[in-house]
């Protein structure tokens, strides 16, 4: 039997040689992918199928194949510790903490996120275990610290993300205190701990929630019952007919994900009049629509919807997030405040509440979504002023210059040791030069003019150097309006 294999030089023939161990590997990565039981190599039509593929394979017993599994497992730290231990980058965290169903078992993931050398955004699971209770704020940082030593990433870190959870808080107090991660870590640990944005957004919004509870409950109930025979299905079919609107599956919200509570709202408000007409069809229906203040629910959902675009946003996984944090939650923060200026009393009040929730949480003035919209090329310090002169107007002079001062230090850290010899001006080898050129060409008009071009030179470069931060500031914002209108036509065609 014969095998084609690609190479760079072609296609290539080889005799096909079967190999017993690359395909129990196959076989661990098929139960591990599809998360099998490992007993499945004891299912009598897998074997029969096995047997007929390659009658040479020897299957094997579960054990061995629970080896096998473990084996590909401990090859593939093996594999990512040497690829994490090449890359020049810092590294960024963010961990998570779960409970099994029956709440008697807690598990902490740590994921790590990075670029490249190739300029690839990347993360990568390092960490996925038992964490027994209590989960205290001195137990989530040793365990945390711990597992970045065994990675060898406990001097290469940069932020870690958490949610805001109060043993959170004291985990990072316990890791700068009783560990030596801070004496690693840029601007000496200012934008280490990060709060989850969109887990302060579902926060934020739940509160607002709060207001229209009675009408979202009645909503929910709505599409519980429509939805919960085929008969009362067939019933809303028609009732959209009768009422010429488009028929849609009615779906309800999960409660404690605020975002599928919106577009639950939103598809209520589309079938408004079916839900209506429903009502009148089927005696049954326990839900009066017309004690549904839906005006307060349209207002309501025109609100969120900011809140929304900005959890999509921000959600992003394969594209960096972090410069469009500042920007999103400013325009949060302004709505909420605009929220006071509502004719609607429950949205007046509404916003007094996420006013508090969001002040909890969050400042204003974080430094290092600040720093990742001032690194992008299409915002830099102008939308980082623009913004901070609406939400704080008293203090835009100081946290510029503040924000100015963490991204030069910033900045020195990441150019390091060579940074200064690379930008010094190069005087001695010019002096000597034009001293040369001097001692022999003083008698020629040609070349005086060229000393003197040598002593323009000479001038400019004893001013102080510019660094590439200092260029890139002061140089004019990306301009993206051709991008938007190729985009337009493109989303014409």
């Not at 039997?1 to 590997?25: N, S, Y």
């Not at 010429?244 to 994900?257: N, S």
Request: glycine share 4%.
């Amino acid at each position: 039997m014969l095998q084609a294999t690609k190479t760079t030089e072609g296609i290539e023939v080889l005799p096909w040689v079967f190999d017993q161990m690359k395909c129990r590997l196959f076989l661990a990565k098929m139960v591990i992918g599809h998360e099998y039981p490992f007993n499945c190599v004891n299912h009598y039509y897998l074997r029969e199928f096995l047997n007929v593929m390659q009658h040479a394979f020897k299957i094997p017993s579960r054990n061995t194949l629970r080896s096998d599994c473990i084996k590909f497992y401990e090859d593939e730290h093996v594999n990512l510790y040497e690829q994490l231990g090449q890359l020049s980058c810092r590294f960024s965290f963010t961990s998570d903490l779960w409970t099994n169903k029956g709440g008697d078992r807690g598990f902490m993931a740590i994921t790590c996120h990075y670029i490249d050398d190739k300029w690839m955004l990347r993360k990568r699971i390092i960490t996925f275990m038992p964490l027994p209770s209590p989960h205290t704020g001195k137990h989530i940082a040793d365990a945390f610290y711990e597992k970045l030593v065994l990675w060898n990433l406990d001097k290469r870190a940069f932020c870690l993300v958490l949610d805001n959870a109060s043993s959170n808080d004291s985990c990072i107090n316990e890791l700068f205190d009783k560990t030596p991660i801070l004496d690693d870590l840029p601007v000496d640990g200012k934008v280490f701990h990060q709060r989850c944005g969109c887990h302060i957004l579902n926060l934020i919004v739940q509160d607002g929630l709060s207001v229209l509870k009675n009408e979202i409950r009645d909503i929910r109930d709505t599409m519980k019952y429509i939805r919960h025979s085929q008969a009362r299905m067939e019933k809303f079919k028609l009732a959209c007919s009768q009422s010429q609107i488009p028929y849609k599956k009615p779906a309800w919200d999960v409660p404690t994900r605020w975002n599928s509570t919106y577009l639950m709202l939103v598809l209520a408000l589309e079938l408004k009049v079916a839900i209506c007409r429903y009502a009148t069809l089927d005696k049954r229906f326990y839900v009066d629509p017309a004690e549904i203040n839906w005006e307060a629910v349209e207002c309501l959902v025109g609100h969120l919807k900011v809140f929304y675009d900005a959890t999509l946003k921000l959600s992003g996984t394969k594209y960096p997030t972090l410069n469009l944090f500042f920007p999103e939650f400013s325009e949060v923060y302004l709505t909420i405040k605009r929220m006071s200026c509502s004719p609607f009393p429950f949205i007046v009040k509404m916003g007094a509440d996420m006013l508090v929730k969001f002040d909890k949480y969050w400042s204003i003035g974080n430094s290092l979504l600040a720093i990742a919209c001032v690194l992008d090329p299409r915002c830099k310090i102008l939308v980082v002023e623009y913004y901070m002169k609406q939400l704080s107007p008293e203090d835009v002079d100081k946290f510029i210059a503040n924000l100015k001062e963490c991204i030069k230090a910033l900045f020195d850290e990441y150019v390091g040791a060579n940074a200064s010899d690379q930008n010094q001006p190069r005087k001695s080898k010019r002096q000597k030069t034009s001293a040369a050129d001097g001692a022999s060409s003083s008698s020629t008009v040609t070349n005086t003019k060229a000393g003197l071009k040598d002593y323009i030179k000479e001038r400019k470069n004893s001013e102080a150097p510019k660094s590439e931060l200092d260029d890139y500031l002061v140089d004019d914002l990306m301009q993206v309006m051709w991008m938007m209108s190729l985009t337009s036509c493109l989303g014409g065609d």
